[in-house]
């Protein structure tokens, strides 16, 4: 079948804002955008510019707008979107080249929520023990990959990017939730603070948008509420 | 060319698994940067799903000495046991550390890390299938990507995002630095300093249909190809038996793990007449050929016979859901069937390269079969070869590879780097891949030479003739398209001239790569003439122990390869016919 695309593109050597393309591709209904996107690339426009790599979902780098709602370009069949597809570049990060977006203060706040374990014990020459029950409690925010698909898809981060956003927040409550872990009392302080959690005001976005189906909103919810009870 | 110096006593290319642990224990002690061409979550390491061996006995007796008879057997008496040794004992503490550093592995009633089984691992010998994959749900490699760069965020590693590393200086046998390139902005960036690693991952897109990411596509190995360094036992590529049909996305053998099964067209549970002992559970070179068997007698299923079934319908939701999600999403997304309800069309799949950079078992680079060291540069996880997976890696063992060969990689830059004086290294290191570039560039675009031209006809050609079965035909046939490929990639045009994020010049320096480890593996594949492993020649069905027990080295010599042998290092597992 024929595929009309039609592709936010902005060469910062040439341009001085974004214009749209538009391109035919032939494609079969089973095919991933990010397929429709490297026959563009490989076949007609080699200048098309988009990060990629494991094409199926797990490493984070493809998202983008695809007919106006944040996706993973390798996640989306052809068949599963109207035709004619429109894409651009995820929302409220600038805009580099194309759909390429300037990642660094994504990472930024992701950084700030100490994304790590954080234990002073010693742990002894064998694992700690953790019941099924408490690992249960932080499982569905270990699978975050960091795409930036929810924090971008929040209408609060677009007018105020000083927000720390829902990624951060998925990253800090995957550690505050976790029985191992003694730096809650840090991470709770960061998240009090004007651009943390509280800034959420619940719209879901973030929760429609991750790709790894992460109850987004839900994980913010709980770490207000974990703030509120360790005040 | 904008050119920036920068001076460091380390440099780590690659953040996958192998690159990030070696990184952390290097950064204590040294300047130190890691270089990635992504961003370090996006290393392919996250991709892995089913576990890392380690005999933690959590779940049954088990003893870090069946691990290593497995994993010799496994590799079908190819891998280096005093190796295995180290990989199968030191296992227990990688496994524990990866705990205390935060990584959530799934949980025993106990409260002990949960274990699994996985195709090749059994207690006592062969006795019956080990509960020794250490997991965490279907998305291990993930959590230990996550965990070790969780890990560097809080010691503060210094990291290189989106700078690819093009070309290493080694001047006498002495490692200077590399040189990278910025992806964002077309500048190079020459890194002075006299420890590297390369931990730069596998090269499954010599093939069309594989479970690797685009960005897998031989770097380390080529670029030290192209420097005279040898590449250890290259004809040993793995196929996973279980890529959705097709795509080759990777269904982890955790899936029959947890009591999975593969069924041909008539239902038949094929694996009873191939290893009639695990059936379902061999080791991954035995199911991929018994597939390939299957298909060839017709037994395959679809309208062009040219797939199998993995049946989980009779696991239940509950398991499937709490045991194997993401699988089980992947199969949901990519192929819109329930696998609670209907089995799940499957082939084998491009997976995992046995071969590599050859190393010593502390990563240090080997530059000939005869033990000559490079003196500066290190190999570690699936870029390296050590070798611990010989013919035939099993499940699991990747991870476990990343962790104990990244950390001692990572050890030797620490004593390498304490011992020795940085020696300085010029903007000038930069010109010879100034120049390149600039060819690159200079050059007016055809189509006739595109980048994606050379590379598919490079991947449909892999798949035609040097996948799982091989022989003097296909592999001869094979050695001329190479040659024919090799000569149209030296006029290779690309059309994007731009300095920012030029992804299509990335793509025609990697298919350089790409053709060096297509060559290699063919040359090598030709010159084993018995089978072994991953390894099946058509025309010599049978292993040969007299003339065989042995690694090969090939070296680059002009377009050609030349090919050189070192013998397997054995152990106290004497070599027997391989039966499960």
Known sequence: MEIDLKILRYDPESDKKGHWEYYKVDAEPEERILDLLHKIKWFEDGSLSFRKSCAHGVCGSDAMVV?????????????????????EPIRGLPVLKDLIVDMKPFFDSYKKVMPFLINDDEPGDRERLQSPEDRDKFE????????????????????????????????????????????????????????GAFRCRTAFNCTSACPRGIQVTKAIEDVKRETLLNN | MKIVKHSFDGIIVGAGGAGLRAAIEAAPTMKLAVITKLYPTRSHTGAAQGGMSAALANVEEDNWNWHAFDTVKGSDYLADQPAVDILCKEAI?????????????????????????????????????????CYAADRTGHMILQTLYQKCVSMGVEFFDEFQVLDIKIEDGVCKGVVAYEISTGD????????????????????????????????????????????????FYQFHPTGIYRLGILLSEAARGEGGILRNKDGERFMERYAPSIKDLAPRDMVSRAIATEISAGNGAGPNSDYVYLDLTHLGEEAIMKKLPDITDFVRTYVKIE???????????????????????NGRVLSDHKGGVIEGVYAAGEAACVSVHGANRLGTNSLLDIVVFGKRAGQSMVDYVSSTKASPLSESAADDLSNKISGLMEKEHTTEFSVAK??????????????????????????????????????????????????????????????????????????????????????????????????????????????????????????????Y
């Open chain 2, 93 to 133: 503490d990688a496994v524990v550390e990866l705990e205390h550093w935060g990584l959530p592995f799934s949980r025993l009633d106990s409260g002990k890390i949960a274990q699994r089984r996985f195709g090749g691992h059994t207690i006592k010998e062969g006795a019956a299938p080990a509960f020794r994959a």
């Open chain 2, 339 to 361: 696998p609670i309800n209907d089995p799940i069309p499957v082939q084998p799949t491009a997976h995992y390269a046995m071969g590599g950079i050859p190393t010593d078992v």
């Open chain 2, 188 to 235: 190079l960036h020459v890194f002075e300093a006299r420890a590297v690693t390369f931990a730069t991952g596998g090269f499954g897109k010599i093939f069309k249909v594989s479970s690797n990411a685009h960005s897998l596509t031989g770097d380390g190995p080529g670029m030290l190809y192209q420097k005279g360094i040898p590449l250890e036992d290259m004809e």
């Open chain 1, 140 to 195: 569905d925010t270990t699978k975050c990959i960091l795409c930036a698909a929810c924090t971008t898809s929040c209408p609060v981060f677009w007018t105020a990017d000083s927000y720390i956003g829902p990624a951060a927040i998925v990253n800090a409550h995957r550690f505050v939730m976790d029985s191992r872990d003694q730096g809650s009392k840090q991470r709770l302080e960061i998240m009090k603070d004007v651009n």
């Open chain 1, 67 to 87: 007919n106006g709602e944040n996706m993973l370009a390798c996640q989306v069949l052809v068949k599963e979107v109207s035709n004619p597809i429109k894409i």
């Open chain 2, 454 to 579: 050379i590379r598919s006809e490079l991947q449909d050609s892999m798949e035609e003739n040097a996948k799982i079965f091989r022989s003097k035909e296909t592999l001869d046939n094979q050695t001329e398209i190479l040659s024919d490929l090799r000569e149209r990639y030296k006029n290779v045009t690309i059309s994007d001239k731009s300095k920012v994020f030029n992804s299509e010049l990335l793509e025609a320096i990697e298919l350089d790569y790409l053709l060096d480890m297509a060559d290699t593996t063919v040359a090598s594949a030709l010159a084993r003439k018995e089978s072994r492993g991953a390894h099946s020649r058509e025309d010599y069905p049978d292993r040969d122990d007299t003339k065989f027990m042995k690694h090969s080295f090939a070296f680059k010599n002009g377009d050609s390869v030349k090919l050189e042998y070192k013998d397997v290092e054995l152990g106290k597992y004497e070599p027997m016919e391989r039966k």
